[in-house]
């Protein structure tokens, strides 16, 4: 994972979902590779741009007024094309053709798969920044936009909220999260959900009803229950309607916070967070490392192989989990 020569010359992109705070991370990978006299080409869409060779030199003057906005100014994009040994060719004939000797690569465990993929074949160095809401990536506390996805859903369910306790609704809230719940188990503590819904546990029907039931002895006239996105109970339309059901004197309404959830003007902690990452990055090229990621653990700067970032996974954390019941009370 290491190797001697000094890079000169640098690629970045982003690719996957979109995150909030992305552009931070562009920024930080920019001015910290000019600092150290190293010349850094964008690429544009993702793995999609290495194959159709959308490059733009960047300076620092690129990545002005950049800090604040949301989405990725090099855009994002899903490569099929990029799968196939024969994509990876041409990307890698492109990158030769430019001069770009390592590649930093923004994005999540799709995209750390394809840049492992594309260094085992080709040789070239990668370093990957964990830019996903989900926080889903081992290897980092925080991925770039979960804090501001968070907020997004937290503010969401809050408006909600008002309408649920004026109405005595009972609102079933998805927020996002395909195989993971972290946006849910947090927002839902944040919002004072009567029962979280996520794909690391295993939830039942039985234990739903019972949250109602003994919200209802306790006097809640209203009720949120979040649910991820990879809840593999039920689908929430269908959960809303088994609950409609068992208690047909509810008035029940669902809500998909959808992609919203994706979008906004990164939190100060996304942009501290993405502008130490792009910063680790470059300096992780620097010092020869390749084939891993930069992350953020217990406030330290930390490595971690890529294989590791792909394969292992976060754990829900325990504690929370116990919170959320008990406060739920
Ligand atoms: P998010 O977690 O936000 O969805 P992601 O990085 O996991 O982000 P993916 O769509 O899974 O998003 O992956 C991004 C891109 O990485 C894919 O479109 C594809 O080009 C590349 N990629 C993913 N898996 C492979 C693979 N096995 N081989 C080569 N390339 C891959």
Redesign the pocket.
Known sequence: MTTNSRVKKIGVFT???D?PGMNAAIRAVVRTAIFHGIEVVGVRE??NGLIEGHFTKMGPRSVSNIINLGGTILKS???ME??TPEGRKKAFENCQQQGIEALVCI?????F??AQ?FSEEHGIKVIGVPG?I?NDIFGTDFTIGFDTALNTAMEAIDKIRDTATSHSRVFFIEVMGRDAGFIALNSGIATGAVDILIPERNDSLEDLFRNFEKAKKRGKNSSIVVIAEGETLASTYELANKTKEKFPDYDIRVAILGHIQRGGSPSCADRVLASRLGYGAVIGLMKGLTNVMAGIRSNQLVYTPIEDAIKKHNEINQDLLQISEILAL
């Open positions: 690719s996957g979902g995150a993702g793995y994009a899903r490569s990029f799968k994005g999540g465990d799709g995209t798969t394809g993929i996903t989900d």
